[in-house]
């Protein structure tokens, strides 16, 4: 898969919430999705600091993994991953500008392109309606939905307990619903959904009940996180940007 050259990667902190400024009027929150869905993935990102206060100087690597599937039976058919040295320091709000290199660096070695993608963070649940899953899925041009364990932005009533229940996520300055927070599985804690680009929110839920199989965190992103994980302990001897690639045909 080949990304877009949106913007540069070598920027100030403060250049880069102007490009998500800029980019949140790129992102669509409405259905256009291929159909019917044949391959979806998931995405995640673990990182490596190479040294004392290096998770908030940027000094270390990140790993980035994707796990890609049949729809939808799940059916795994590809896993890729990419470590990368990190470039950008931790500064709230701006995560994608810090991971989306090693995510961009793993879709490449991607053989199965997806439909759509699951990513672990925000989408437009996000203070400039700009998080990593909107602002990787104008980069890869593809649908993408956000997957967050904990809210960024926004507030919401606890919803029912039953699994696939769900309640708005409300922006509380704007009173604007940003995203839903989604009981995965009965009595747990919800986890938050939202539009990452290409599609509406309620197909966001829809699909994510859709790909959730009595845990917490739903298959794609859970798989994705336990593979990065695998990924960086196998990868600690071997140069940053080495591929690790398996297909299941």
Not at 139 to 162: C, F, H, M, N, Q
Not at 169 to 192: H, N, Q, S, W, Y
Request: charged share 25%; aromatic share 6%; with cysteine.
């Amino acid at each position: 898969m080949k990304a877009r050259q949106l913007h540069p990667w070598d920027v100030t902190p403060a250049e880069a919430r102007e490009i998500q400024s800029k980019l949140r009027g790129l992102v669509e929150c409405r259905d256009r999705l291929p159909r019917p869905l044949r391959i979806v993935a998931g995405a995640d990102v673990a990182l490596e600091i190479s040294e004392p206060g290096g998770w908030r100087t940027g000094r270390g690597r990140a790993f980035a993994g994707v796990v890609a599937y049949r729809f939808p039976r799940m059916e795994e058919i590809e896993r890729v991953s990419a470590a990368l040295p990190l470039r950008f320091p931790y500064v709230p709000g701006l995560l994608s500008f810090r991971e989306i290199p090693a995510l961009l660096a793993a879709f490449g070695k991607l053989r199965h392109a997806p439909d759509l993608i699951f990513c672990d963070g925000h989408g437009y649940a996000h203070p400039r309606r700009l998080g990593i899953a909107s602002h990787l899925g104008l980069l890869l041009d593809r649908p993408t939905i956000g997957v967050a364990k904990s809210v960024l932005v926004g507030a919401y009533r606890e919803p029912g307990l039953g699994a696939g229940k769900s309640s708005p996520l409300v922006d509380e300055k704007t009173g604007e619903v940003i995203g839903a927070a989604l009981r995965t599985r009965r009595a747990v804690r919800p986890v938050f959904i939202s539009t990452g680009h290409r599609i509406s929110l309620q197909h966001a839920i829809e699909l994510t009940r859709a790909v959730s199989d009595g845990y917490r965190i739903p298959r794609p992103t859970r798989d994705a996180d336990r593979w990065v994980a695998l990924a960086r302990r196998a990868a600690t001897s071997e140069p940053a940007g080495r591929m690790t690639v398996a297909v299941f045909s």
